[in-house]
C-alpha cells in the first residue's frame, strides 16, 4: 500500500504537529492509513453526522456536538498516545468555542509532559481558522507510485480472478499515473465491465477518464485547438529548441528508462501578439499530448486556506492528466501583487507554485507566457526554474514574410504574383496579429469588392489603413524593449531585419 503516504503521516506525528487536516474524501483509505501508523495508539472519532462512534466498528457511541465531545475527552485526559479523528467538521471550524478546544489540545501536546493527543481533521474542504493557522499542516495523501498503482491493478484482477498479462499490465499502470486508489480502482471496474477483461486499449479509457475528473474538477480547463507548429511564422530557435524536446515526450517511457530528465518547461516572454499562445498550443501538438490551461484568478476563495488547496486540487490534477502541457497564460497577471501589501494570498500561491515546479518529478510540462517581465517575481526567472527563458520580439522582415503567407494559404488565398518584399517593407512594427488582421481584412474587402484574388495592390492598401501596435501601444513596446535589454534572455528568432 502507499509506503510514501504512510511516512509522511508518520513524520509529522513525531514532529508533534498537533492538528493533522487530510484532504481526501474517501474515510476508507484514510482510517487504514491511519491504523498503520497508530501503533498502540487509541482512536477515538467524531463523525459530524453521527456523533461519537466507534472506530473500529463505526457503531455510533453518543449522541453528542463537536463541542461536547471535545469536552469529555480532555476531561479524560490524553496520557495515553491518542489519535482524535474529526470527520467532516470543516464548517464546526468557524465556531469560536471549537477554535479554543482545538488549540487548547493542540498546546497541551505541544508543552505538557505525559500528554499525548493528535487531532486529524478528514475533509475534502480546507478551512483553516487564523487562530489555528500555526498548528495546522494540511497532508495530502501522495498519490501512488507506478510499483503501488501495479499492486492495485493486481488485487482487483486477483479479486475478479482473471488473467492479464504484464507487459498489459505495466502499460496500463504508466497510464495511471496521477491517479488515487479510489479513482484507478473506478477505471478498472469500468474497464472490465465493458468488456468482461482488461487490456491494452483501456489506455484511452483511462484518459477519457482522466478528463472528466478535470472537467469536473473544474480547476483547470481543458484546450481544444487545431493549431500546430507549422502555424507559427519565425520564432526558429524556439520551435528547434521545441522539436528536440518533441523527442523526448514522444517516447517517453523509452527516454526515462535511458535516464533523460524529463524538460519542465519554458517561459515565454515579449511583445503582445506575437505567438506566444500560438507556440503553447503548437507545443501540446508537437508532443502529442493534451494541453490544459491554468487560471490563477479563479481558484482564489474567500475562506483562509482555501485558495492554496484549489492550487493543490488544481495542480495535482495536472498531474493526473500527464503527460500534458500546463499552460499559464499572462503569468505576470496570474500572480500580481507578490510580495506586496495585501498580497498575501497570491505570495502563499506563487511559493507553493514555486515549490511544487522545484520538486516535481512528473510529467508535466509548464508553457507560461508573459508581457511584461518587469513585473514577473524575479524568483521565477532565476536558472533552474524553467529549462528555458525565450524572448519573442516582434517579427523581423522574414518573419514577417511567412505570418502574411501562412495565414494567405490558411485562407486559400496565397498566389505567387504576391510581391512579398513590397509587403515587408511597410509593415515594419506590426506584429503577428496585425498581420493576420490584414489578410483577413484583405479577403473581405476582396470578396465583397467581388474579386476572387489577393493582389499585392490590395494587401498594401489594407496595411496603409492599418494601424499596428508600434503605433498604438508605443509606451507598452518600448517598455518591454528596455526590460529586455537588461536581461539575459535568449531570442525566440534569429535577428535579422
Ligand atoms: P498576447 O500577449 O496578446 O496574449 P500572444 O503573443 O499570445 O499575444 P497569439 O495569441 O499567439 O499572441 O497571437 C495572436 C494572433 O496572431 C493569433 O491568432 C495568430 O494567428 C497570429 N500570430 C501571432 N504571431 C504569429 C506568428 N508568429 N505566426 C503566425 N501567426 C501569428
Redesign the pocket.
Known amino acids: 500500500m502507499n509506503i510514501n503516504a504512510e511516512n509522511k503521516l508518520a513524520s509529522y506525528i513525531d514532529a508533534l504537529r498537533p492538528i493533522i487536516y487530510i484532504n481526501h474524501f474517501d474515510f476508507c483509505i484514510v482510517d487504514n492509513l491511519l491504523k498503520r501508523v497508530g501503533d498502540n495508539v487509541s482512536f477515538i472519532e467524531y463523525n459530524n453526522a453521527l456523533g461519537a462512534i466507534d472506530f473500529a466498528t463505526k457503531s455510533p457511541q453518543m449522541e453528542c456536538d463537536l463541542e461536547q465531545f471535545l469536552k469529555l475527552n480532555m476531561d479524560e485526559g490524553f496520557d495515553q498516545p491518542t489519535f482524535i479523528i474529526l470527520k467532516d467538521v470543516h464548517n464546526e471550524l468557524k465556531r469560536p468555542e471549537i477554535i479554543a478546544l482545538l488549540k487548547r489540545i493542540s498546546e497541551d501536546n505541544l508543552y505538557k509532559e505525559d500528554y499525548s493527543a493528535t487531532i486529524f481533521i478528514v475533509s475534502t474542504t480546507v478551512i483553516i481558522p487564523t487562530e489555528l493557522e500555526n498548528y495546522i499542516t494540511v497532508f495530502d495523501i501522495p498519490l501512488p507510485t507506478e510499483k503501488e498503482i501495479n499492486e492495485i491493478i493486481r488485487n482487483f484482477i486477483n479479486d475478479i480472478n482473471i488473467e492479464v498479462e504484464q507487459d498489459i499490465l505495466d502499460e496500463i499502470a504508466v497510464s495511471f499515473k496521477g491517479l488515487n486508489e479510489f479513482q484507478i480502482n473506478q477505471i478498472l471496474n469500468l474497464a472490465y465491465q465493458n468488456g468482461g477483461y482488461i487490456d491494452k486499449k483501456d489506455k484511452y479509457l483511462i484518459l477519457k477518464e482522466k478528463e472528466q475528473f478535470i472537467k469536473k474538477a473544474g480547476m483547470l480547463e481543458i484546450v481544444n485547438f487545431k493549431e500546430s507548429i507549422d502555424?507559427?511564422?519565425?520564432?526558429e530557435i524556439l520551435k528547434d529548441w521545441l522539436t528536440r524536446k518533441a523527442n523526448v515526450f514522444q517516447n517517453l517511457d523509452k527516454a526515462i528508462k535511458f535516464g533523460v530528465d524529463v524538460p519542465k518547461g519554458i517561459m515565454i516572454v515579449?511583445?503582445?501578439?506575437?505567438?506566444?499562445?500560438?507556440?503553447a498550443k503548437a507545443t501540446a501538438s508537437l508532443f502529442e499530448i493534451p494541453l490544459v490551461r491554468l487560471d490563477v484568478g479563479r481558484l482564489l476563495g474567500k475562506y483562509v486556506g482555501e485558495s492554496e488547496n484549489n492550487m493543490r486540487k488544481a495542480l495535482k490534477l495536472s498531474e493526473s492528466i500527464s503527460p500534458c502541457v500546463l499552460w499559464i497564460?499572462?503569468l505576470e497577471k496570474a500572480f500580481a501583487g507578490v510580495g506586496s501589501e495585501g498580497g498575501d494570498v497570491t505570495t502563499r500561491l506563487f511559493g507553493q507554485f514555486l515549490t511544487w515546479m522545484q520538486e516535481k518529478e512528473n510529467t508535466v510540462f509548464i508553457v507560461a507566457?508573459a508581457?511584461d517581465i518587469s513585473k514577473i517575481p524575479p524568483e521565477f526567472l532565476r536558472k533552474g526554474r524553467f529549462d528555458e527563458l525565450f524572448f519573442?520580439d516582434l517579427?523581423n522582415a522574414e518573419?514577417r514574410r511567412?505570418?502574411i503567407e501562412?495565414?494567405l494559404k490558411k485562407r486559400k488565398k496565397w498566389n505567387k504574383s504576391i510581391d512579398s518584399i513590397a509587403l515587408i517593407q511597410k509593415t515594419e512594427g506590426f506584429?503577428?496579429?496585425d498581420?493576420?488582421a490584414v489578410v483577413k481584412e484583405a479577403i473581405e474587402d476582396a470578396f465583397i469588392d467581388g474579386k476572387d484574388k489577393i493582389t499585392t495592390e490590395s494587401l498594401l492598401e489594407t496595411i496603409k489603413n492599418t494601424k499596428s501596435i508600434s503605433s498604438t501601444m508605443k509606451d507598452k513596446i518600448d517598455k518591454i524593449k528596455e526590460t529586455i535589454k537588461k536581461m539575459d534572455i535568449k531570442k525566440a528568432s534569429q535577428s535579422k531585419e
Open positions: 502555424d507559427i511564422g519565425g520564432l515579449g511583445m503582445p501578439g506575437c505567438g506566444k499562445s500560438l507556440t497564460d499572462e507566457t508581457n519573442v517579427p518573419e511567412k505570418i501562412i495565414h506584429n503577428g496579429a498581420l493576420e
